[in-house]
């Protein structure tokens, strides 16, 4: 072996590399990121690169939940948890409270990942947040596959796909106006399976939910959907108890889970490897909607 294949990074270690870079860029850049983390997993590798990214001082921004009202239990106490041991700033911004006090409606369907939007752009502007990182990945879904790692928003949040900046020899540009922000992903290149393979890899915890374990669940438009508090049979859809896991973590009332006997890391990493659908493909309800949901979604502010 030569001393230039010791020095060659793995495929890993370069988005690892990647990932800190950008991560150090914002914060020399701009004056009052934050880290949108929900305790899923692409959020909780994320906050694991920024604290590798100052480690020994602190992470220097805080994090922003928001939270529908129909989050796991076990993602939330997984999450708070996770910035107690941290010792970060936690900012949550809840859509039940635009709910209660008339700022928002129920959806028809019981579902509220769409009304995060809003609850989310007003966090940004009271916060004066001008930098946003976010744990979208390309191969999710088209509309993902877009955005570039420093992506604009205009004054009202909104995301303009024909209006992006070239990013060349990684060097990203911030510059933006009174009352526009960045979001940032610092996971733009990143796969599922590049998720998986350095979770094990770093040995990072996860909420039990993306493990294999017995759920009650119906079937509904082809999904799995566990039965909870805000999300319940319909006539004619039959509850069964199986042995489910989760490959995203969302909104409970649309997000399913898959059929899965993977209880370890390794076991995942096999699963995911063999799989030809996007987690949000195959698990969101809400990007179900139409063929531009997503899209449509991003434009008006959405992650």
């Known amino acids: 072996m030569t001393l230039t294949d010791e020095r060659r990074l793995t495929q890993l270690q370069w988005l690892e590399s990647e990932a800190i870079h950008i991560i150090r860029e914002v914060a020399a850049e ?3 990121p934050v880290l949108l983390f929900s305790g899923g997993k692409d959020s909780v590798v994320m906050l694991h690169l ?4 100052f480690w020994p ?3 220097p921004f805080p994090v922003l ?3 529908t009202g129909h989050n796991f239990p076990e993602v ?4 708070d948890a996770t910035v107690e041991r941290l010792g970060i700033r936690l900012e949550v911004a809840s859509v039940q409270d635009y709910i209660d006090d008339g700022r928002l409606r129920e959806r028809s369907d019981g579902t509220r990942n769409q009304l995060q939007t809003q609850p989310l752009l007003d966090a940004i502007t009271g916060h004066k947040f001008d930098a946003v990182f976010g744990g979208g990945r390309r191969d999710e879904e088209k509309a993902r596959a877009k955005e570039r790692v420093f992506s604009l928003r205009d004054e009202f949040g909104q995301w303009d796909p024909r209006n992006q900046r070239p990013e060349l020899w990684n060097l990203y540009n911030g510059r933006h106006s009174p009352g526009e922000h960045v979001r940032v992903f610092p996971l733009s290149n990143w796969t599922e399976l590049d998720v998986w393979q350095y979770i094990g890899a770093e040995g990072i915890a996860l909420p039990e939910l993306y493990y294999a374990h017995q759920r009650e669940v119906f079937e509904r438009d082809g999904m799995l959907i566990a039965v909870s508090d805000v999300s319940q049979p319909r006539d004619g859809e039959t509850v069964e ?4 896991r989760y490959r995203t973590v969302g909104d409970a009332s649309c997000t399913g889970a898959v059929e899965s006997d993977a209880v370890t890391v390794e076991d995942v990493i096999v699963e995911v490897a063999a799989t030809r659908l996007t987690e949000r493909g195959a698990t969101r309800a809400d990007d179900r909607a139409s063929e531009a949901a997503m899209e449509d979604r991003k434009k008006e502010g959405y992650f």
């Open 50 to 53: 920024a604290t590798k990214a």
């Open 241 to 244: 108890k199986r042995q489910v």
């Open 57 to 59: 001082a602190p992470v």
């Open 30 to 32: 701009f004056e009052r």
């Open 65 to 67: 939940h928001v939270d």
């Open 76 to 79: 939330l106490a997984f999450r």
